[in-house]
């Protein structure tokens, strides 16, 4: 099992360690413009889901952070 870090984790980096430890996770891509997310959305499995990334936002739902 991999080492857990200190500090606390992203979503993204969370679903990482899972994913080192054997855990199935869904696929998934951190993009970082809209561009590289459409890319990334053509090579999954229809629906997708759009989930904001950010240390400062706790509960993204709430603020309109996901979109299908």
């Known amino acids: 099992m991999p080492a857990l870090p200190a500090q606390r984790l992203s979503e993204v980096e969370a679903k990482r360690v899972l ?3 054997g855990i199935p996770v869904v696929p998934e891509h951190l993009a ?3 561009d590289d997310a459409v890319a990334a959305a053509e090579g999954l ?8 990334v950010s ?3 706790q ?4 603020m ?3 979109l299908l």
């Open 19 to 21: 994913a080192a430890a």
């Open 59 to 62: 509960h993204k739902s709430e």
């Open 32 to 34: 970082s413009s809209a």
């Open 55 to 57: 240390p400062d936002i």
């Open 45 to 52: 499995a229809q629906p997708v889901v759009l989930k904001v």
């Open 64 to 66: 309109g952070g996901v």
